[in-house]
């Protein structure tokens, strides 16, 4: 076998093997993420972006749901109350498992660092679902502890 | 540079550009997400791009490191080390000169070293490595082919 050939056929290996394990790994990128989407100006527009402070005060006034988006183990241990967990991966490896049906409810998306790329990416994705009140929570888990704001679970207690 | 200290840099070379690779693509594998965030940092592929980047660039890291250590391949692992090192060099380095401030990426996808002068340095030392260690293994080849040993 020549070298061209050697190249090309590590390069299939590479990809495949990425492409697979990918599917399977925990923090893998699942396919849906692979592909292209539209330009994101429309959607990025329909997310609105709070501070701890501001989505604490709107989800007591309103009934509001959190997601969290943090591993099930992370989730256990603290989360915000009333929060429902819905995994970053498992989400975009299955979306018809998001346990929210209503597209009118109000969101607030969460992960745990401020601004995190994964909320955000989630919160689009539930945008062009069809939500109509998606929000994120922009300073993440670690910006609402710091806050000094009320968070349950084994580690609340 | 007789025949066999050129065997042996060219040995000492391949292996450890190899467990370089190696080392170097397994924190990229088990946090693809991350990875493609750091690739993204560079902003010079788009998002989808950079996953795809990160998808598929950790296992390319992987099996030349694999093709490098046990000497499978070299052909085509000791071309992709050369590319892969004068990319990662050029990434680095336009990074740096548009005042990107960002994490290199380079070993694990964060909370590494941010890209500096030092970072250059040590990519210009890669990449200078990656470029004797392929054309010690064409001299390798030709001496092989001529039957010098």
């Known amino acids: 076998m020549n070298t061209f050939k050697r190249l090309l056929l590590l390069g299939c290996i590479s990809l495949a093997a990425g492409l697979l394990a990918n599917q399977f790994l925990n923090e893998g990128i699942p396919w849906r993420l692979l592909i292209p989407c539209k330009p994101d100006r429309f959607i990025k527009a329909r997310i609105t972006y709070f501070d701890a402070e501001t989505a604490y005060r709107i989800s007591s006034a309103n009934p509001t749901v959190f997601v969290d988006i943090r591993p099930k183990t992370d989730f256990q241990v603290d989360h915000l109350s009333g929060a429902i967990n819905m995994p970053f991966v498992e989400y975009f490896r299955k979306p018809s498992r998001f346990p929210i049906t209503d597209k009118n409810a109000a969101i607030i998306v969460y992960g745990f660092e401020f601004g995190s790329k994964k909320a955000r990416l989630f919160a689009q994705s539930l945008v062009r679902s069809g939500f109509a009140q998606v929000n994120m929570l922009y300073p993440g888990f670690s910006g609402w502890i710091q806050a000094g704001l009320p968070v349950e679970g084994r580690k609340a207690r | ?149």
């Open chain 2, 1 to 149: 540079m007789t025949g066999v200290s050129r065997r042996v840099v060219f040995v000492l070379l391949r292996i450890g550009f190899g467990v370089l690779l190696t080392a170097a693509s397994i924190g990229k594998i088990l946090h693809p997400l991350d990875f493609a965030q750091a690739v993204d940092n560079y902003r010079l592929f788009g998002e989808t791009l950079s996953r795809w980047a990160a998808v598929f660039m950790p296992y390319l890291e992987l099996l030349t490191g694999l093709c490098l250590i046990f000497g499978f391949w070299q052909d085509a692992a000791v071309f992709i080390n050369a590319v892969l090192m004068c990319t990662f060099l050029v990434l680095v380095l336009q990074a740096f000169f548009r005042n990107l401030d960002i994490y290199c990426g380079c070993f694990t996808p964060k909370g590494e070293s941010k890209i500096n002068a030092l970072k250059i340095m040590e990519n210009i030392l890669f990449a200078a490595g990656s470029l004797v260690l392929w054309v010690l293994f064409r001299m390798h080849r030709i001496d092989k082919k001529s039957g010098r040993y």
